[in-house]
């Protein structure tokens, strides 16, 4: 075996495995190549013919694990890369970036597993937002402090001191604020100065207060210090004791920019100090004296890509923390960075990101050991299994942790996170085993009660209590006889988008609302969302007890008797318990004269019952696969041990001829949770499409086309009722609205603008089956200024504006107003990214923790003046621009490409974001940003013509169009 002619390509690659590896001294045996393997005849009596055997199997055993390993780590990457991208909200302006950064990021992630996996450091590494960075890229930007020689005062105050306590910590003393965060802007030296300013003023008053970065970044700028570009702390703290102090976080805001100093904001001082020392240079004991006494600061090096997770300027907060190896001291560094960036663990303050710097430490490797063929195969086949299982893991545990993203899932400490791991895991493998075995005619999929065990999802969401029913002495539909072998209330408009009822067993309440929405509809004409918060926290005299329970009869028996019930956004759901607000249920929105009970045990009138209106029903949706259904027609396991209350709104047969009833499940939050319409019916409605479109294109004496797309079987009136739903303010929020339009006299413009080229717009969204086009719109624009104003184009959040902004005109998936919501945007001091606030197609329950991470700000908003293009153009000519079209017609349904010059009126029902104007052959177009989809249109925009006869612009673009300042 030590003939050099054995071996392939892939034995010649060296392959360190650990073999029980301890913390401090881990021990590896390193296999190199095949020739520097001998085995002892002594040991073992081989025939050439068991040797050439034995040697082929090796072969095979190592590089088929090593193949096998590269192809699961690159597809494990990949995913990686993509679950990364959605955490931080990264986006990307083309392909090759993409593939670029993703380059960037396996190499750094190598690095950082490597390293770890090595255990000789005693501190770890993690991924994080700069992931996708080099380390130059990394230093260019976050690295801002400027060196300079320093002129040291004369004197050192704790010179002299000698008793000092073997540790410290001034988070444990309260002097120390969160972690902050300095984004794209090289200010750490703003940061370093204001984290020991805080630290001195909480010693000297007793008040912790966090001060403003911003200040210094915006107001700092005589001297070295140069906000985004750099700075030193010294100049910083001259610069505070010239200003005669500084003022709070709060008052004067961190923006991550350049901006000019706002003095009436800088003159409001928080805190003061009267003077500076530098602690002796080249002095750690020093240091460690001044650091015992109060917070300090430091400038270190973070240029090398062996500083991994240190930060170039920090603040000295714990010294002396001793550890087994022969380490002189441990220093504790923070600041510049919050935890999601450093993601470095620490256990006593997990809310803070601090990452352990040893000043010297021994490392210590063992030397490689001859070990025997048999030894060598038996290790390679059992690392090639144990590798599979650790991939597997890993799989587990980061989808559990996209999930946990996703959901806004948090829990109170890491064994509760362990237990819910397991209760995912369990989960998960019970939905895949269901699925692989595909002997249902239904799929079950993970959603946000993936950790939760079956009796504890039935104890927060299933809140039916039964009771016999003493019903009424008439059916109304009794003699009915003739009925539609199909019914679906939603085609109708008689159904109102899915709710959620969040943690709060108050199905009762849902089921009774949706019955009464669509009687309400039929006898008026009128689709209300009517307020289920007003039956939990007024229906509770009787069996109702809001998030505790009730009955649907008990809720039509109180809406009776209340004379009505009012509507969601005048009384919006809170998910809780609450005191009777009395002012709000006065206000009848939508009343009823009485109810019936459908006879027991009867489906037939039941469809009797459904043919004429939507009807409230309780269901046993107790089981597991209730709890996971995600599509197809359910004929799960339950029984009749009635506990959830839903609607039926409507009935039909699928295509392999099963009969289906049409449930309206609060608890579920996608139209998908509908079961599909009957074939027949869709099909002919797509032929009726697809036959309107060829003709169209057949007779070509238009500038554009229509395609199929996947509006392809919905007649337009259900097209508009899904996906328009722009409502016209008849009074806009004035408040942080300007009267001038700044664009005014501003004549020299360029021919053509596109800021998609201009790195301005985020990728096409898609607003699904809600209508929130008003919040797409308005985020499109949003993102484009702030881009504009931070060079930083981020992905924000359209759901926060859905569930979150309700009080005036905006009411979610029911339709807004761009205007309320740049007015939400301002009172709510920014708004969140797409990452953490994830859009999901229906209306929700205000998510205020993830809500409260704001990622953008704006501070006013203007109006372009109506029906003008010419002062449209101005205003996009410098930035991406909300306006509201009429989208009715079928052409804009079924556009494909070309400039659209398609017949339309100007009731605007549709948000838009116009991003830019150009030319084609000769005719000028408006380039439209649309929020459905890139199957649509030119890959989700259209062209529309600009510059027509009539002074609203075409479909009425030029008529109610703003921006956000």
Known sequence: FNNPNWGSQCMRTAYIMPIGPSYHHPTFYCFTTISHISISTN???????????????????????????????????????????????????????????????????????????????????????????????FQASRNGYIFKSLVTSSSFKYENVTAVPSTMDWRTKGAVTPIKDQGQCGCCWAFSAVAAMEGITKLSTGKLISLSE????????????????????????????????????????????????????SGSHAAQISGYEDVPANNEAALMKAVANQPMLGDRTS??????????????????????????????????????????????????????LPCSLPILLLKLQELIFAVLLVVVLCASQAWSRSLNELSMNERHEMWMGKYGRVYKDNAEKE?????????????????????????????EFADLTNEEFQESRNGYRFKPSVTSSSFKYEN??????????????????????????????????????????????????????????????????????GLMDDAFEFIIKNKGLTTESNYPYDATDGSCNKAKSGSHAAQINGYEDVPADNEAALMKAVANQPVSVAIDAGGSDFQFYSSGVFTGDCGTDLDHGVTAVGYGTSDDGTKY??????????????????????????????????????????????????????????????????????????????????????????????????????????????????AFSAVAAVEGITKIKTQRLISLSEQELVDCDIRGEDAGCNGGDMDSAFYFIIQNKGITTEAIYPFRGVNGICQSRRAAFAAAKIKGYEDVP????????????????????????????????????????????????????????????????????????????????????????????????????
């Not at 009915?480 to 109102?496: F, I, L």
């Not at 509908?674 to 294109?697: G, V």
């Not at 109506?866 to 153009?873: I, Q, R, Y």
Request: with cysteine; glycine share 6%; aromatic share 10%.
């Open 866 to 965: 109506t029906e003008n293009e010419k002062a449209l153009m101005q205003a996009v000519a410098h930035q991406p621009v909300s306006a509201a079209i009429d989208s009715s017609g079928m052409d804009f349904q079924f556009y494909e490409s070309g400039i659209f010059t398609g017949e339309c009126e100007a009731d605007l029902d549709h948000g838009i974001a116009v991003v830019g104007y150009g030319k084609s052959n000769g005719t000028k177009y408006w380039l439209v940003k649309n929020s459905w989809g890139t199957t649509w249109g030119e890959k989700g925009y259209i062209r529309m013509r600009k510059d027509i006869r009539t002074k609203h612009g075409i479909c009425g673009i030029a008529k109610r169009a703003s921006y956000p300042t």
């Open 419 to 447: 237990r819910r791991l397991k209760t995912f895991k369990a989960n998960v493998e019970y939905i895949e085993s269901s699925n692989r075995a595909g002997i249902k005619p239904y799929k079950l999929a993970i959603n």
């Open 43 to 137: 040991t073992m009596a081989l025939t050439l013919e068991n040797k050439l055997i034995f040697a082929v199997l090796l072969v095979i055993g190592l590089c088929a694990s090593q193949a096998w390993s590269r192809s699961l780590n690159e597809a494990s990457m990949n995913e990686r890369h993509e679950m990364w991208m959605a955490k931080y909200g990264r986006v990307y302006k083309d392909t090759a970036e993409k593939e670029r950064r993703l380059k960037t990021f396996k190499a750094n992630v190598e690095y950082i597993e490597s390293s770890n996996r090595a255990g000789i450091k005693p501190y770890k590494l993690a991924i994080n937002e700069f992931a996708d960075l080099t380390n130059k890229e």
């Open 480 to 549: 009915v006889t003739a009925v539609p072998s199909t019914m679906d209330w939603r085609t109708k408009g008689a159904v109102t988008p899915i709710k959620d009822q969040g943690q709060c067993g108050c199905c009762w309440a849902f089921s009774a609302v949706a019955a009464m929405e669509g009687i309400t509809k039929l006898s008026t004409g009128k689709l209300i969302s009517l307020s289920e918060q007003e039956l939990v926290d007024c229906d509770t005299s009787g069996e109702d007890q809001g998030c505790n329970g």
């Open 214 to 265: 911003q200040e210094l970044v915006d107001c700092d700028t005589s001297g070295e210090d140069q906000g985004c570009n750099g700075g030193l702390m010294d100049d910083a703290f001259e610069f505070i004791i010239k200003n005669k102090g500084l003022t709070t976080e709060s008052n004067y805001p961190y923006e991550a920019t350049d901006g000019s100093c706002n003095k009436a904001k």
């Open 661 to 774: 009833w049409l449930a309206a499940l609060v608890h579920y939050l996608k139209l998908d949770h509908y079961l599909k319409l009957p074939f027949e019916k869709r099909f002919n409605i797509f032929k009726a499409n697809l036959h309107f479109i060829e003709s169209f294109n057949k007779a070509g004496n238009r500038t554009y086309k229509l395609g199929l797309n996947a509006f392809a079987d919905l007649t337009n009136d259900e097209f508009r009722a899904s996906r328009n739903r722009y409502r016209q303010s008849s009074s806009r929020p004035a408040t942080f609205k300007v009267s001038s339009f700044r664009y005014a006299n501003i004549y020299d413009l360029p021919e053509t603008v596109d800021w998609r080229e201009k790195g301005a717009v985020t990728p096409v969204k898609n607003q699904l089956n809600c209508g929130c086009c008003w």
């Open 303 to 356: 240029s090398s890509t062996q500083a991994e997770c240190l930060l170039e300027i920090v603040e000295l907060i714990w010294t002396m923390e001793s550890l087994q190896l022969d380490m002189e001291q441990v220093m504790m560094v923070p600041t510049g960075v919050k935890m999601d960036t450093l993601e470095c663990k620490e256990t006593l303050m997990p809310r803070k990101a601090f990452v352990a």
